[in-house]
């Protein structure tokens, strides 16, 4: 429990990412010592702490949410840490070799599905140490998390008494190297002179209180709020407006009023609006989908563009295979669960998923989006860029998180994206974190949290593929191969055991 906090206390602000370089060392020393169902427990229990110590904020959302999340989030690292145990028992080379990529191939199998929730993925944790960071810009968050385990596994060695001196030497060394190494990388990647942006953006921060946003009627005062944001910088000649995450507090799709209200703002201020909003399409007679939206407005008012969010925040935003799972909806649950609305128990929304990403046209760019969830995955971020965006513009709604480490880890991670890709990016959140950062991860403009602001900043033209970009992410992929066959043949294996094995 201790390490498991100690891990997670590595995400928060600024001056904690260290402790991520050697928080697993006493974990492994204690998983060595167990097998079968106690490894398997003992695993459990330390996913389960670190998942409730560093998401602990989703319960503000949705109690039972954060609940199923921790749950299963916690199943996938007791699960690979089980793999490294058996491997370790078989031989402890081995062993020691599995283990950062089945760490990692953990990591990047909680992308997959529709029960994805690539969160506190460890490297992460680094996001405040700028030149560690450069090296995602090669070998992905997922690289740098394989390179954070095996620093610990080499400290770990330490503590191995039958390991001579010069071996825990060697391990010492080798770590040293590792963080001496990313470091002078990312010095030696960094321009020492910033280049300065040529595209104006302006960042509009309402921060309007969630009991505020959603009652019927303060409507109009959200939007006479993003109409004076707008109108405090419109003679900047700004480009895009840019709103968070369901600041039109509305199916902007299908309610008239709302749409003519932004029409109005829209073409007062001579640019193009990114507006957050909700959609919806009928399915039948009083039944329909409900979509997490946002809307790309002309500066004559016109609406150019509609995209709804693909990837979804499971046990949040949606039931996964909803439709399969239909007696999960909210819906479904009320008619049998009445406590829910009895005592008003915030559950899981029912939205649905959009098609498929899409890329926003600007006269002279374009420009790929990602909405709240979305800036945590690596693949999806990097396809924006290979489709020709020249910036990612990200929108969020972090208001319900309060204060919690939940809003500086996502903004931490839309960072990540742009290091990653080595292209600039815009975040929008109703109260913060608000920012304009370069490829290389340095924010030139911000709003602090919880301001009602508004702000012009610039963002830079696309510059070139970064080496993930071209190759992908060949780390995450690759450890989570070997972590499947892994599985696969100790899954077959205990088959066997079962079926041939047994004592009469």
């Known amino acids: 429990m201790l390490w498991a906090f100690l891990l997670s206390l590595s995400f928060y602000p600024e001056y904690f990412g260290f402790l991520a370089w050697f928080a697993l060392v006493r974990p492994i020393m204690i998983l060595v010592k167990l097998e079968g169902r106690e490894a398997f427990q003992a695993a ?7 998942n409730l110590f560093s998401m602990y904020w989703i319960a503000m959302v949705t109690p039972p949410g954060m609940i199923a999340a921790v749950f299963l989030v916690s199943s996938y690292y007791a699960i690979a840490l089980l793999i490294f145990n058996k491997v370790y028992h078989i031989n402890r080379f081995a062993g020691f070799l599995s283990l950062p990529f089945v760490w990692v191939g953990m990591e990047n199998f909680r992308s997959l599905t529709q029960f994805a929730f690539p969160w ?8 405040y140490y700028l030149y560690i960071a450069q090296i995602v810009s090669v070998i992905s968050v997922s690289g740098l998390s394989f390179l954070i385990v095996t620093v610990n596994l080499l400290l770990y060695q330490l503590f191995r008494k039958e390991l001579s001196i010069e071996k825990k030497l060697t391990s010492i060394f080798s770590s040293a190297a590792i963080i001496i190494g990313l470091t002078a990388y990312g010095w030696v990647t960094m321009p020492v002179i910033p280049i300065d942006g040529t595209i104006k953006i302006g960042m509009l921060q309402g921060a309007v209180p969630i009991d505020v946003k959603w009652d019927k009627q303060s409507r109009q005062y959200s939007l006479d709020l993003y ?21 039109a507090p509305c199916y902007l799709s299908n309610d008239p009023w709302c749409a003519d209200e932004v029409r109005e703002i829209v073409k007062k201020s001579n640019g193009y609006h990114l507006v957050g909003a909700l959609g919806a399409e009928f399915t039948g007679p009083n039944q329909y989908k409900s979509y997490n939206s946002c809307y790309q407005y002309s500066p004559l008012g016109r609406l150019e563009s509609r995209y709804d969010k693909v990837k979804l925040v499971p046990f949040a935003e949606q039931v996964p295979y909803q439709e399969q799972l239909w007696f999960l909806r909210a819906d479904a649950l009320k008619k049998v669960l009445t406590f829910i609305e009895t005592y008003d128990v915030t559950w899981w929304s029912d939205f649905y998923p959009g098609d498929s990403a899409k890329l926003f046209e600007l006269p002279d760019y374009f420009y790929g989006l990602l909405l709240c969830f979305e800036s945590t995955f690596p693949d999806y971020s990097r396809q924006y860029v290979l489709d020709g965006a020249e910036f990612l513009v990200g929108i969020t709604n972090d208001t319900w998180f309060g204060q919690s480490v939940g809003i500086y880890m996502h903004s931490r991670i839309f960072l990540m994206r742009c290091i990653e890709n080595r292209i600039w990016g815009v975040r929008v959140a109703n109260s913060g974190i608000s920012y304009i950062t370069d490829g290389y991860g340095r924010i030139r403009e911000q709003l602090p949290v919880g301001v009602v ?37 100790f899954f077959f294996r205990w088959l066997l055991s079962k079926l041939f094995l047994r004592k009469p």
């Open 44 to 50: 459990f229990f330390f996913g389960f702490c670190f």
């Open 120 to 127: 506190s993925d460890l490297g992460y944790s680094q996001s």
């Open 227 to 247: 109409d004076s944001l707008t109108q405090s910088i419109a003679d900047t000649g700004i480009v895009l407006y840019v709103w968070p995450e369901t600041s």
């Open 453 to 489: 602001s508004a702000r012009v900043g610039k963002v830079g033209e696309f510059q070139g593929y970064s080496a993930f970009t071209k190759i992908g992410n060949l780390t995450g992929k690759l450890s989570w191969l070997i972590t499947l066959a892994l599985a696969t043949i």
